[in-house]
């Protein structure tokens, strides 16, 4: 019982490069969200897919891109990593908007440094 | 705007004792509230959630916690702490937009536990 799949799960990049993270969930969910955690401040919402074909920006979307690639498939863009970005990602689903749809269930993380 | 405030950054309790966490919360309309659990290097995993009825909610490994709308609290409590509930704690509530509703989380409460 696979849920939410977050690849890859350890990641070092070099100041400038671009990846992508990967995020697929088999719950059949509406809703899907990338998460970062830092320490001391919580998770904070990247940015969000409602359902298939939307997106929308959370708190932090600065330097980050997303695609909702169908309904199982959320990735995250680094266009051109900042150390600031040295984070563990989180990838969460959802079925939808509302009670008691908005639990989230998520992925094991991605820890990414940056330098 | 939405937002969740969890006062204790970090708590010490023997093992056997009783804990509560605190969290506190900034919403306008009904809240949808959550506490989830994170284990070193895990994912969160949901320990309960309140969307509304009985303002007591029974979770899992033998946690409660209690909606209180005067307070606009919803703290978790455990009658006797076991060793294996070290962990972070985090608390958050579900918002909802005209896009969809997202998972606002507080900076999360480190549990240590003694011996």
């Known amino acids: 019982n696979a849920g939410v799949t977050q690849t890859p799960k350890f990641q070092v990049l070099k100041t400038g490069q671009s990846m992508t993270l990967q995020c697929a969930q088999d719950?059949?969910?509406?809703?899907m969200y990338w998460y970062r955690q830092d320490p001391g401040m919580g998770l904070r919402l990247i940015y969000y897919?409602?359902?298939?074909?939307?997106?929308d920006k959370g708190e932090v979307p600065n330097g980050y891109n997303v695609s909702r690639l169908n309904k199982r498939e959320f990735s995250l863009r680094l266009e051109s990593a900042a150390p600031s970005q040295t984070s563990v990602y989180f990838c969460a689903s959802s079925m939808g908007q509302g009670a008691p749809r908005a639990e989230a269930f998520f992925g094991q993380g991605t820890r990414l440094t940056v330098v | 705007a939405q937002s969740v405030t969890q006062p204790d950054i970090h708590i010490t309790v023997s093992e056997g004792a009783s804990l509560e966490l605190r969290c506190n919360y900034s919403y306008g309309a009904t809240p949808y509230l959550f506490w989830y659990v994170q284990s070193p290097g895990q994912g969160l995993q949901l320990l309960l959630k309140y969307f509304s009825g009985d303002t007591l909610v029974q979770g899992i490994k033998g946690f409660e916690a209690e909606f209180k709308r005067s307070q606009s609290s919803f703290n978790l409590r455990k009658p006797s702490v076991h060793w294996s509930d070290a962990a972070e704690y985090f608390c958050?509530?579900?918002?909802?937009?005209?896009?969809?509703?997202?998972?606002?989380f507080g900076k999360g409460t480190t549990l240590s536990v003694s011996s």
């Open positions: 897919s409602a359902s298939e074909g939307t997106t």
């Open positions: 958050a509530v579900g918002a909802s937009n005209q896009a969809g509703t997202a998972l606002i």
């Open positions: 719950m059949n969910h509406n809703s």
